[in-house]
Nanobody
Framework: QVQLVESGGGLVQAGGSLRLSCGVS????????MGWYRQAPGKQRELVAA???????NYADSVKGRFTISRDNAKKTVYLQMNSLKPEDTAVYYC?????????WGQGTQVTVSS
């Protein structure tokens, strides 16, 4: 069974930075494209960053130039470096495969950006 454990969230002022981590088990990590998703209150979950098995990356327009996704296959971990954070980045952040597994989601990590 796939397990996803996100960490690294917190409360930060606008303009600040956070680095999220997600440990993945129960699957052959290096064979999966991975993504970071977020869900703000009252909104649908959205994919904000993705990284392929070949380390190519793609970003939502709202985070392009501010967020960087990376992966460490040896550690079975995917990261999201978030810089120049804005209040509109406030959400619960989740990692998952891209496209996501339907039945496997972690608990997420809360990111709150104050203005």
């Amino acid at each position: 069974q796939v397990q996803l454990v996100e960490s690294g969230g917190g409360l930060v002022q606008a303009g600040g930075s956070l680095r999220l981590s997600c440990g993945v088990s129960g699957t052959i990590f290096r064979l999966n494209a991975m993504g970071w998703y977020r869900q703000a209150p009252g909104k649908q979950r959205e994919l904000v960053a993705a990284i392929t098995t070949g380390f190519s990356t793609n970003y939502a327009d709202s985070v392009k130039g501010r967020f960087t996704i990376s992966r460490d296959n040896a550690k079975k971990t995917v990261y999201l470096q978030m810089n120049s954070l804005k209040p509109e980045d406030t959400a619960v952040y989740y990692c998952n495969r891209d496209p996501s597994w339907r039945d496997y989601w972690g608990q997420g990590t809360q990111v709150t950006v104050s203005s």
